[in-house]
């Protein structure tokens, strides 16, 4: 575990620093506009576009975790393929550590990587089901030079143990776990480069209620015991408040509003926000 704790502290370390007002920060998008073309509705007449994202920008400090929220069709997992470089914006810029993502070389970029991971919505359809456990966390260390077969086993034991699972799991297929298991292989792979950021696309929505608060649970201890950064796409206004120091609000590709969680939910200054905190369902409101 000495390479895991050594990464917590060093992560730690870099989390305080990230509140200097000196320090670059970790993820800075700017402007960041994507278009998608539509059909044609006539012959030989110009492709409609459809604006995915409109002029987004905003930055992001080391060890402030930073939630997206906003409806289906706000632009939320599209940001979220920009900022992982699974997507190329139609303008704009995603820069990483000082590094615009989308203008690397692709060497540089896959080297990159190792600084950024991904959770995907899905336990079920983000991990392989031809292969082990160990295969599927270890993929991503493939972006790294110089990590001997030893080194990889040594790694997956760590996350593996970082996420609750036991070493024995490594052995196993997915179709051997629960949806929360599954869900905590993906984090485990998330982690198995030691990234300063972690994008997370609805990493609970597919996930019963009751495993949920155990999932939100852990990323908010790695969140505290790795430094870990989170970038966190949801539509849950609960999941964000509970993981994130901040809060963006998308509404039709754009920015509408930013803040803290519990300022911005409990006094929204946007019509959308607004409408976006009553349309949460009230306990009280099935209580005749």
């Known amino acids: 575990m000495k390479a895991i704790n050594s990464i917590a502290a060093s992560a730690l370390s870099a989390s305080a620093a990230g509140h200097s007002d000196h320090e670059p920060p970790l993820l800075r998008v700017q402007n960041l506009r994507r278009d998608y073309p539509l059909p044609r509705t006539r012959p030989w007449g110009a492709r409609p576009q459809m604006q995915a994202l409109r002029g987004v920008s905003f930055e992001m400090p080391t060890g402030r975790s930073l939630g997206v929220v906003g409806e289906s069709g706000?632009?939320?997992?599209?940001?979220?393929?920009?900022?992982?470089?699974?997507?190329?914006?139609?303008?704009?810029?995603v820069e990483l550590l000082g590094r615009d993502l989308h203008r690397l070389p692709a060497a540089a970029l896959r080297a990159a990587r190792r600084d950024f991971q991904m959770v995907f919505q899905d336990p079920f359809g983000s991990?392989?089901?031809?292969?082990?456990?160990?295969?599927?966390?270890?993929?991503?260390?493939?972006?790294?030079?110089?990590?001997?077969?030893?080194?990889?086993?040594?790694?997956?034991?760590?996350?593996?143990?970082?996420?609750?699972?036991?070493?024995?799991?490594?052995?196993?297929?997915?179709?051997?776990?629960?949806?929360?298991?599954?869900?905590?292989?993906?984090?485990?792979?998330?982690?198995?480069?030691?990234?300063?950021?972690?994008?997370?696309?609805?990493?609970?929505?597919?996930?019963?209620v009751s495993v949920q608060a155990q999932v939100l649970n852990l990323l908010a201890d790695l969140q505290v015991r790795l430094g870990v950064t989170f970038l966190l796409i949801s539509h849950d206004l609960a999941v964000v408040q509970h993981l994130c120091d901040d809060v963006l609000v998308l509404y039709q590709g754009q920015v509408v509003e930013?803040?803290?969680?519990?300022?911005?939910?409990?006094?929204?200054?946007?019509?959308?926000?607004?409408?976006?905190?009553?349309?949460?369902?009230?306990?009280?409101?099935f209580i005749a």
């Not at 706000?74 to 810029?93: C, E, H, I, N």
């Not at 036991?166 to 990234?195: C, M, N, V």
């Not at 939910?265 to 976006?276: D, G, I």
């Open 74 to 93: 706000s632009g939320k997992s599209t940001l979220a393929r920009l900022v992982m470089a699974l997507d190329t914006p139609s303008a704009g810029s």
């Open 127 to 208: 991990l392989d089901p031809r292969q082990q456990v160990a295969r599927i966390v270890t993929e991503p260390l493939q972006a790294l030079a110089h990590v001997t077969a030893a080194e990889q086993r040594e790694r997956t034991a760590e996350v593996l143990a970082q996420v609750g699972l036991r070493p024995g799991d490594a052995h196993k297929y997915p179709h051997e776990f629960s949806g929360g298991q599954r869900q905590r292989i993906a984090i485990a792979r998330a982690l198995i480069t030691q990234p300063r950021l972690i994008v997370a696309d609805e990493p609970v929505s597919a996930l019963d």
């Open 258 to 285: 930013r803040g803290a969680p519990q300022a911005l939910f409990s006094n929204p200054q946007h019509p959308y926000t607004q409408a976006l905190v009553a349309a949460v369902p009230r306990i009280d409101a």
